[in-house]
């Protein structure tokens, strides 16, 4: 079992960047394949970003692709998301999670979450 917390989210301009990380508990976080999802408000919880146990592979949401780097630290226990020229349809609850069977791009396929990290971006 893995227990995930994230922290990084914020307030930032349009255009701007933030950093979201995400901690996980436990010796086995390098067994573990990671993902970001998000929810807005009234929307469904969706893929942003995903990374394999080795950080070897990474899968992304087309809108994430070419502003966002999904990235892990072994050693440090920790999965990041870089997010560059947000925009405000990127608002939303960002959550990780982790799963020991698949990398995927399914949010089913995660078994572990944690409690999310608020996104705003003004306009």
């Known amino acids: 079992q893995v227990q995930l917390v994230e922290s990084g989210g914020g307030l930032v301009q349009a255009g701007g960047s933030l950093r979201l990380s995400c901690a996980a508990s436990?010796?086995?976080?390098?067994?573990?394949?990671m993902g970001w999802f998000r929810q807005a408000p009234g929307k469904a919880r969706e893929f942003v970003a995903a990374?394999?146990?080795?950080?070897?592979?990474?899968y992304y949401a087309d809108s994430a692709k070419g502003r966002f780097t999904i990235s892990r630290d072994n050693g440090k226990n920790t999965v990041y998301l870089q997010m560059n020229s947000l925009k405000p349809e990127d608002m939303a609850v960002y959550y990780c999670a982790a799963s020991g069977a698949i990398m995927s791009r399914t949010r089913s396929d995660y078994a572990y979450w944690g409690q999310g990290t608020q996104v705003t971006v003004s306009s």
């Open positions: 436990g010796r086995t976080f390098s067994s573990y394949h």
């Open positions: 990374i394999s146990r080795n950080g070897g592979i990474t």
